[in-house]
């Protein structure tokens, strides 16, 4: 993966010092503060990776040291790896009897989507859409246990902090045969949601569902994603809520949809397993609702 030139410049951004991943890799961080520079910035990043991978984004509020799927989180040996490769690929298999419309899905499908509506898997989230990276870098989460999970989404109001956008490089350029939405690689593999699965599932489409995990999964090393990182791009949190506005569609209503649209989340709710010891350790279908800006 090919990275932004040394004497890469434009007016409105600024080149900050690399960041370091605790795995030791770095990535470029350039604080952009127009549009122009925003969308530069990316274009020109796609383009020199145009041959050998593609790139993909994913928002967060912070600049983590580490980029891990949730079910490897807090791992502190590569032994422990291959015990929690073992569990997930059990548990998705229980939840897919119980929930017979994930039942009914394809194999390969059923992992990350659950992953997509809260359960902790071997994949992390991505987006191929700049506005959505954006807004999931402007919202913050808030969770709590009764008899299911619940979560509350809300937009910061930390106005003059940050946000980051991650660019993320993989070499899943091959769709997998018989796999549709599926490409693999020599080291990665990507699934595009909106097309392995029905739009039942209302969500992924709503969000540009994209995820990405590495190909073998054996040890820290293979399952911490920080080294696919090229580029981070850091946006002020007041420019980020000006540039993609308050349309209906950026809002919580459109990127989580109720049951009451998302028909396949809706019955998810209804049959998943639901107990506080299963949801320490593979998370949970989880009940969400979310703030309208400014009325919280």
Same mark, same amino acid.
């Not at 383009?47 to 799927?69: C, D, H, P, V």
């Not at 119980?98 to 809260?118: A, F, R």
């Not at 809706?266 to 998370?283: D, V, Y």
């Given at each position: 993966?090919?990275?932004?030139?040394?004497?890469?410049?434009?007016?409105?951004?600024?080149?900050?010092?690399?960041f370091?991943?605790?795995?030791?890799?770095?990535?470029?961080?350039?604080?952009?503060? &127009?549009?122009?520079?925003?969308?530069?910035?990316v274009?020109?990043?796609?383009y020199?990776?145009?041959?050998?991978?593609?790139?993909?984004?994913?928002?967060?509020?912070k600049?983590?040291?580490?980029?891990?799927?949730?079910?490897?989180?807090?791992?502190? &040996?590569s032994? &422990?790896?291959?015990?929690?490769?073992?569990?997930?690929?059990?548990?998705?298999?229980?939840?897919?009897?119980?929930?017979?419309?994930v039942d009914q899905?394809?194999?390969?499908?059923?992992?990350?989507?659950?992953?997509?509506?809260?359960v902790?898997?071997?994949?992390?989230d991505?987006?191929?859409?700049?506005?959505?990276?954006?807004?999931?870098?402007?919202?913050?989460?808030?969770?709590?246990?009764?008899e299911?999970?619940?979560?509350?989404?809300?937009q910061?109001?930390?106005?003059?902090?940050?946000?980051?956008?991650?660019?993320?490089?993989?070499?899943a350029?091959?769709?997998?045969?018989?796999?549709?939405?599926?490409?693999?690689?020599i080291?990665t593999?990507?699934?595009?949601?909106?097309?392995?699965?029905?739009?039942?599932?209302?969500?992924?489409h709503?969000?540009?569902?994209?995820?990405?995990?590495?190909?073998?999964?054996?040890?820290?090393?293979?399952?911490?994603l &920080?080294?696919?990182?090229?580029?981070?791009?850091?946006?002020k949190?007041?420019?980020?809520?000006?540039?993609?506005?308050?349309?209906?569609?950026?809002t919580?209503e459109?990127?989580?949809?109720?049951?009451?649209?998302?028909?396949?989340?809706?019955?998810m709710?209804?049959?998943?397993?639901?107990?506080?010891?299963?949801a320490?350790t593979?998370?949970?279908?989880?009940?969400?609702?979310?703030a309208?800006?400014?009325?919280?």
């Amino acid at each position: 993966m090919i990275k932004i030139a040394e004497d890469w410049n434009h007016i409105d951004a600024i080149r900050e010092s690399d960041f370091i991943f605790d795995s030791g890799t770095s990535a470029n961080m350039i604080l952009v503060n &127009s549009i122009h520079a925003l969308n530069q910035l990316v274009g020109y990043l796609k383009y020199l990776n145009r041959e050998n991978s593609r790139i993909y984004f994913r928002g967060q509020t912070k600049s983590f040291k580490t980029l891990t799927a949730n079910i490897f989180r807090n791992s502190k &040996s590569s032994s &422990s790896i291959g015990v929690r490769n073992n569990s997930i690929v059990t548990y998705i298999k229980g939840c897919s009897k119980i929930m017979t419309i994930v039942d009914q899905l394809p194999e390969y499908v059923k992992e990350p989507l659950l992953q997509h509506y809260g359960v902790k898997t071997r994949w992390i989230d991505l987006v191929d859409n700049l506005w959505i990276a954006i807004w999931f870098g402007l919202h913050e989460y808030n969770s709590k246990f009764l008899e299911k999970q619940y979560e509350f989404v809300y937009q910061r109001k930390d106005e003059d902090d940050y946000l980051y956008i991650q660019l993320l490089g993989n070499d899943a350029l091959v769709q997998k045969d018989g796999c549709p939405g599926l490409y693999t690689g020599i080291s990665t593999q990507v699934i595009d949601l909106r097309i392995a699965a029905p739009s039942t599932f209302l969500r992924p489409h709503c969000q540009h569902a994209l995820l990405m995990k590495s190909k073998i999964n054996d040890t820290l090393n293979d399952v911490d994603l &920080s080294k696919y990182v090229v580029l981070i791009i850091k946006i002020k949190v007041k420019d980020g809520i000006d540039w993609i506005g308050n349309g209906r569609l950026i809002t919580g209503e459109n990127i989580y949809p109720s049951p009451l649209y998302d028909q396949g989340y809706g019955i998810m709710l209804e049959q998943a397993p639901h107990t506080k010891n299963h949801a320490k350790t593979f998370g949970s279908i989880k009940n969400i609702s979310y703030a309208v800006p400014n009325c919280y």
